[in-house]
């Protein structure tokens, strides 16, 4: 005979958003993403690196292209 016992229930996993960068689906229980205050998403390990470090270097070049000046 078998004793009763209580069955631990499998975590559920939820799409929270994709990244702005390379549209991958960030998953709740699948950490390693950034949202910034304009509620915009980004993974840390994208096909070329990590995409909010991407999107951060193509601002400062924007800034820098649309001021005329070099950090």
Same mark, same amino acid.
Do not use: P, R
């Given at each position: 005979? &078998?004793?009763?016992?209580w069955? =631990? &229930?499998?975590? =559920? $996993?939820? @799409?929270?958003?994709?990244? =702005?960068?390379? /549209?991958?689906?960030? @998953? $709740?229980d /699948?950490?390693g993403? @950034?949202?910034?205050?304009?509620?915009?998403? #980004? +993974?840390? /390990?994208?096909? !070329?690196? $990590? +995409? #909010? !470090? /991407? *999107? +951060?270097?193509?601002?400062? =070049? &924007?800034? &820098?292209?649309? *001021?005329?000046?070099?950090?």
């Amino acid at each position: 005979m &078998q004793k009763k016992g209580w069955k =631990k &229930q499998k975590a =559920k $996993s939820f @799409i929270c958003g994709y990244c =702005k960068e390379c /549209n991958k689906e960030l @998953i $709740s229980d /699948n950490g390693g993403w @950034i949202v910034t205050h304009k509620k915009e998403y #980004f +993974c840390h /390990n994208g096909k !070329d690196g $990590s +995409c #909010f !470090d /991407n *999107y +951060c270097e193509l601002k400062v =070049k &924007q800034q &820098q292209q649309e *001021y005329g000046y070099v950090w």
